[in-house]
């Protein structure tokens, strides 16, 4: 069969074969080489023949391997079709080793690393190139993640350092938080704590950064379905996500990594990712573990510091709320400190005198004793000093050093003027009631003497008699003082009602009747007003009549009267007790209601009596919310004013 072929297909042909040709005679050219074709052939390394022509003559298989092509599929191909010339990755020390980008038949991109050298002929004439290539993606991935890593730590150790010298730390986290997000290529970050106490499921997002272009997204209900793996977590808990409800970031992958010191609870450092969890890379986890620990020890310095500073604040506090004079000083007796409540009398701003020396303040010689001579130099043993004046105030003071160290030492100052007084009224009331039970217990033991010496029936019946009234006196004393204890401590309770204020006046009178008989003492008793109604404990208010009253009657001298007079006056009703007796003089009516108190004009008239009664009506009208007052003359008599709270 002829093939016919027309004039333009000539040429094209002729062409076709001439290039044939020439290959031909390249390859046979090169091929005839046989020590270099055998080596080319067992070589482990990509290696491509190119004429001069840069068209490949031929490939070894890692070279077709590596870019796909079958042998003669190579050969149609020049370098250009292969290489990208004009993207150069780099040039190895100057030599002729060069990084280039390779197309695989596929298309895809490989980078490479090759040499080149030109083999001649046996006239020394160039006949071929001869190229050596390496996959070099394995270490160009390598080095990208290099990079990666030390972009990402650089970031930490700036933001480390940013965020420790930061006088604001938390501020400080969510910027460290901001610069990890974005060299992680993550679209958030944040800091998270679980409680799960009693089961409540709480989370608290403590700290966050999130993307711009994420903005929205919704934190606390990505993590809440995670909450209890969360929780049962030994490390690191990685979750990929490819479909959620978040409408903001519908596909993602979570990263918690634990971390400490976030106040006791549940903490975690969390990241959001768009990419699969598989894309991150050994040196990413290494990069957000480092990042966890620093943010770890930034909480647990915010806690320290929270802590001192709470620490702080309660001590101050403290210092402030003692009623005592506190300074520190140094070895120098230098005044570093200065507290007191503004209310003390040895008050000065603490601004005013912090720098000064003690003894430039205080008198020397009080400086030296608080400081004591066996300190010397350095603070050794703590020193007290009790009972000195300053010339400044009249109160009484002690002083208190305690050691800090062996250079600082702490002073507190109190004033002591009230504890003396107290000690002093103590002391006086121990000698009074001493005095006021052995009285009548000398005259029981005197009744029990001559009882037990005999006599006549009248002598006895006489010693008898004086022996049940002293021994009653002793009784009423020591129930009276047993009834100040316990209103003084609060044992004492008053069950306050409704009562008819007449009615317990009556009672009141018929119980100091029998005393007032014996001296021929009337009584006169106001009942013409309408019932009024007061709010007091029965058995109280009846004591306290009794009280008055009996001493009213005591006080008056024979064949006269007592007056007792109820009045309504608005919100209160008062009673009025009225005698016409000794009466009392001006300057004592201010102590009548001091325990163990008795004037001098009843002392003198040898009148009996504990001095404690008066004490103990004052304590009980004040106990249900009333008052009581005196008017006295002497020689003309004494009338006591009692005002009740009216009950409703």
């Known amino acids: 069969m002829t093939l016919c072929m027309d004039e333009k297909t000539v040429p ?92 695989r038949k596929d298309g895809t991109l490989i980078p490479v690393e090759l040499s080149t050298a030109i083999v001649a002929d046996e006239d020394g004439s160039p006949a071929y190139i001869q190229s050596i290539v390496r996959d070099i993606s394995e270490r160009k991935r390598s080095e990208k993640a290099l990079k990666r890593s030390a972009r990402i730590l650089s970031v930490i150790s700036e933001a480390s350092a940013r965020l420790f010298r930061s006088p604001d730390i938390e501020l400080g986290i969510s910027e460290m938080l901001e610069l990890l997000g974005i060299a992680l290529d993550t679209f958030a970050c944040v800091i998270f704590e679980l409680d799960n106490f009693q089961g409540t499921r709480g989370l608290n997002v403590r700290y966050s ?40 970031v519908p596909e993602f992958s979570f990263l918690a990594v634990p971390v400490q010191g976030t106040g006791g609870l549940g903490g975690f450092l969390g990241l959001f990712d768009r990419e699969n969890k598989l894309s991150w ?87 030296a004793s608080i400081v004591g001579a066996e300190n010397g130099e350095t603070y ?17 003071y002690e002083a208190r050093l305690n050691p800090i160290n062996d250079h600082e030492a702490l002073i507190i100052i109190r004033d002591i003027g009230d504890k003396m007084r107290l000690n002093d009224m103590k002391t006086d009331f121990i000698n009074r009631a001493s005095h006021e039970l052995r009285t009548p217990l000398t005259s029981a033991i ?43 401590s609060g044992m004492m309770k008053l069950e306050k009602a409704s009562l008819e204020l007449f009615s317990v006046l009556e009672e009141s009178v018929q119980a100091a009747r029998p005393l007032a008989n014996k001296k021929r003492v009337s009584f006169v008793l106001d009942t013409s007003l309408k ?22 009657v005591k006080f008056s001298p024979e064949n006269s009267s007592v007056e ?49 009664g008066l004490y103990i009506v004052k304590t009980i009208v004040e106990e249900l919310g009333g008052t009581i007052r005196v008017e006295s003359e002497l020689n003309k008599g004494t009338v006591f004013i009692v005002s009740l709270q009216k009950s409703e």
């Open 12 to 103: 094209i042909k002729k062409a076709l074969i001439k290039k044939g040709l020439q290959l031909e005679k390249k390859k046979k050219r090169w091929r005839g080489d046989l020590f270099g074709h055998a080596l080319y052939e067992q070589m482990g390394e990509c290696v491509f023949i190119i004429g001069l022509d840069l068209q490949y003559l031929a490939a070894n298989r890692q070279a077709l391997d590596l870019l796909g092509y079958t042998e003669d599929e190579i050969l149609t191909l020049s370098v250009s079709d292969v290489m990208s010339l004009g993207d150069a990755l780099d040039q190895k020390d100057q030599t002729n080793i060069y990084e280039r980008t390779f197309k």
């Open 209 to 248: 950064w999130v993307d711009g272009d994420a903005a929205g997204f919704d934190i606390p209900s990505a993590i809440q379905p995670h909450f209890q793996s969360l929780l049962s977590a030994q490390g690191n808990v990685v979750v990929e996500i490819k479909a959620s409800a978040n409408e903001v």
């Open 281 to 367: 890379l050994a040196s990413d986890f290494d990069a957000v573990q480092t990042s966890a620990n620093v943010i770890s020890a930034a909480l647990q310095r915010i806690h320290y510091e929270e802590t001192i500073r709470l620490n702080q604040a309660r001590n101050r506090a403290i210092v402030d709320a003692l009623p005592d004079l506190v300074i520190r000083i140094n070895a120098e007796t230098i005044i570093l400190d200065y507290s007191c409540n503004p209310d003390h009398p040895l008050y000065i701003h603490r601004d005013l005198i912090a720098g000064k020396k003690f003894n430039e303040t205080w008198p020397e010689e009080i400086v």
């Open 380 to 396: 050794k043993v703590s020193n007290w000093v009790e009972g000195f004046n300053l010339p400044f105030s009249s109160s009484l």
């Open 446 to 488: 005197l009744m029990a003497d001559l009882i037990d010496q005999g006599g006549t029936a009248e002598e006895l019946d006489e010693y008898w008699q004086t022996l049940r009234k002293e021994l009653d006196r002793q009784k009423n004393l020591i129930d009276r003082l047993l009834m100040a204890g316990r209103l003084e």
């Open 531 to 552: 019932p009024v109604q007061v709010l007091a404990d029965r058995g109280a208010l009846e004591q306290v009549f009794i009280n008055l009253i009996s001493n009213a």
């Open 564 to 612: 007792i007079v109820a009045n309504d006056v608005g919100e209160h009703a008062e009673v009025r007790i009225q005698d016409h007796g000794m009466g009392i003089s001006k300057d004592a009516i201010p102590h009548l209601f001091q325990k163990f108190y008795r004037a001098k004009n009843v002392t003198i008239a040898e009148i009996p009596g504990s001095g404690i």
